[in-house]
């Protein structure tokens, strides 16, 4: 993801003591940097994710997105 603009990084954290558990969070300037992404780099991306998958996660779940909103933002409805 480092190849893309307006990606800025990705955190892992453990959600209990034994470890087992993960919730990964990647963070974006912005959606459309991050729809950008995706479509340019979509095969990468599924090359990586059934490698990691398939050798090291039992289950994957998206759990959703979010978005703030930032100055440009301000007073669209």
């Known amino acids: 993801m480092r190849q893309a603009e307006g ?3 990705t955190e892992a954290m453990s ?5 087992e558990r993960y919730r990964v969070r990647d ?3 912005g959606h459309r940097g ?3 992404f995706r479509d340019r780099f ?7 994710d059934r490698r990691i998958v398939d050798e090291l ?3 994957q779940e998206f759990v959703g997105a ?5 100055e440009n933002d301000k007073g669209l409805s």
């Open 15 to 19: 959600e209990g003591p034994e470890g």
């Open 66 to 70: 979010y978005y703030e909103a930032n």
């Open 27 to 29: 963070f974006w300037k």
């Open 42 to 48: 979509s095969e990468d991306f599924a090359q990586f």
């Open 7 to 9: 990606y800025i990084a």
């Open 57 to 59: 996660v039992e289950k």
């Open 34 to 36: 991050f729809e950008i």
